[in-house]
């Protein structure tokens, strides 16, 4: 069965400092996604990561894989309040294609 | 426009009631889901349909029926609702089973 787990799940940083948030899964996979969540709000696609030591980054956040290590992160730098939600990744479960989510990081960002 | 549409966006109603939930996608796709995500913002995936063809139902009680017309709509309809079913429930698409989802806005079930 596949498991994802995310650390940490909660996560209060001031602006200005850099963090990173982990996800492993327990079994091979060939994509991860992460995505974000504002309260009350739906889910947003922040990136997909295809294959070994893939990398991508939007502004502040920076997304990594390594299938071998069954790890992703998530890097935070220079964090700033409106990066402030809950982030999510997600693996695809590869018998029946759909994603299998963490609990997700409660990120704080606070002046 | 809005990719995948839900109704209602909230629904409060008593136990023992049965209602509906609506998903609409405007993309495409072929591949439609149900996930709730429980108090604790936990994701778990309900059901996923793939060109109106039922392709995964995880363990969930038979109270809980997804209906697809076609491949554009996914309705979930619910009997005999718990206080336990309070959740929000999310629709989502993916061109087919193997891409990322778009998800909709999601509906607040509370039960009371």
Request: charged residues 20%; glycine residues 6%.
């Given at each position: ?111 | ?12 109603t008593q136990?023992?009631n049965d ?62 609702l ?31």
């Open positions: 069965e596949l498991k994802v787990e995310q650390n940490p799940l909660f996560l209060s940083m001031q602006e200005g400092k850099n963090y990173t948030i982990y996800c492993n899964y327990s079994t091979t996979s060939d994509r991860l996604y992460w995505y974000r969540q504002d309260p009350g709000k739906s889910l947003e696609s922040l990136f997909v990561l295809l294959s070994n030591g893939a990398v991508k980054q939007e502004g502040r956040l920076m997304a990594s894989l390594d299938t071998k290590a069954r790890l992703s992160t998530l890097h935070i730098t220079a964090a700033v309040h409106d990066l402030s939600a809950t982030y999510f990744c997600a693996v695809v479960r590869g018998s029946q294609g759909n994603l299998i989510f963490g609990k997700g990081t409660k990120l704080s960002v606070k002046p | 426009d809005t990719a995948v549409s839900q109704t209602p966006k909230y629904l409060v136990m023992g209602k509906s939930i609506k998903c609409e996608q405007n993309l495409g796709h072929d591949t439609m889901y149900w996930y709730k995500q429980d108090s604790k913002k936990f994701l778990k995936i309900m059901f996923s349909y793939n060109n109106k063809e039922l392709i995964i139902n995880e363990t969930v009680p038979n109270r809980f029926s997804p209906k697809s017309p076609d491949k554009a709509h996914l309705n979930l309809h619910i009997n005999s718990e206080l336990g079913d309070s959740a929000v429930y999310f629709c989502a698409s993916s061109l087919t089973q193997y891409y990322g989802y778009t998800f909709g806005s999601g509906t607040r079930l509370t039960v009371v």
